[in-house]
């Protein structure tokens, strides 16, 4: 089946009924695990005015009734939480898409286009549900135009991953090494401060340590001298890899995808690779020993493609924060963003990966080798 992937309709006003449907706490969680979206609440309404832009999305919704044409493409359905002895109906199909705003010079911002189970569904309406407030942050109108873009599944020869955040479940231990070196000093640092930090690339010191402190300097250098000294032994003790990576990586090298590690990460990290098994899925693994500088550099991602002599257009870089989204878009190849480290669904979705997914788990749905 052949359908346009561009669908161009007229910002509408809403019913203002789904709102509290996107707080419902099962559908929340479905839109995080289907769309990698934790939706802002509300949703915005297209009208499709044309009959050329109903037929696209018709061609869209028989993709429902034919799923295993071409299962990359099918859309995701939300189901409610089962209950013992009845049938468990659909509520809702639900395409990711990317609300095209040309700026910052992404693929758009990610959104979860949500077709309701319901008879008689009006044909011209289009309700588009965001981690994002839609509305204000692409500065849109009631009767502007918007094109949405649907998510392409990526044919790649290779996929590059980040670890902290990633693959390894450490921003726990990011903030038990903050808190253990900071609180002999009288100082607090919370988790969301660490998140921010390895989010956004900046130091963490610089925010737990009062501006005004006459001691501020020399504290931060004593802290983070501190926090590297026990940074292996935190690590090791508060870190794991998330829940079945060996399991997706595999699916991936099934599926015809070669895999490498770029990463920030100091060598300590290593054997949790080793324990997990799944260093020898990794044809090179690139450390921050091993580059001379940081994301968003694009410098490890290339230097690790040219070891694999492999073409940016053809690879991929998965991470958990807009830094990651940022090297990938400096080194020319697709960005995979995934929830669950440094960054939360909205601080995501305004770095406009290619892809927004709930986990590693995920990666597989939508990443295939090339033929
Ligand atoms: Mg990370």
Known sequence: MSTTRQIEGV????????????????????????????PHPGTLNLQLEHATQQAHWRGWQQEVQSPASNMMLAPAAMLPPQVEGEAQDCAAHVYAVHVQTDSAGGPGIPAALVLPAVPDYPADKLELVAALPLRAHCQL????????????????????????GTLVDSVAAYHVVAQRAAEPHGITVTRAQVSRALALNSNFWDEAVPADDPRREALKRGMAEQAMRDWPAVLAAEASMFQGVRQSLLQLRAQGVRLAVVSGARREVLPLLQAAGVMELFEQVLLSEDVSRRKPDPEGILRCLSLMGVAPDQAGYVGDTPIDVQASRRAGV????????????????????????ASHAAIANVVRGRD
Do not use: E, H, M, Y
Request: aromatic share 6%.
């Open 11 to 38: 910002v509408a006003d809403g019913l203002g009924k789904a709102g509290g449907f996107t707080q419902i706490p099962w559908v929340r969680s479905q839109f995080v695990t289907l769309a990698g979206i934790d």
């Open 141 to 164: 109108r009631s009767g502007d135009r918007l094109r949405i873009q649907r998510c392409s599944p990526l044919r790649l020869q290779a996929l590059l991953f980040d670890l902290d």
């Open 334 to 357: 697709r960005s995979v963003a995934v929830l669950g480290g440094a960054a939360d669904s909205a601080l995501l979705s305004t770095a406009q990966p290619d892809w927004l997914l």
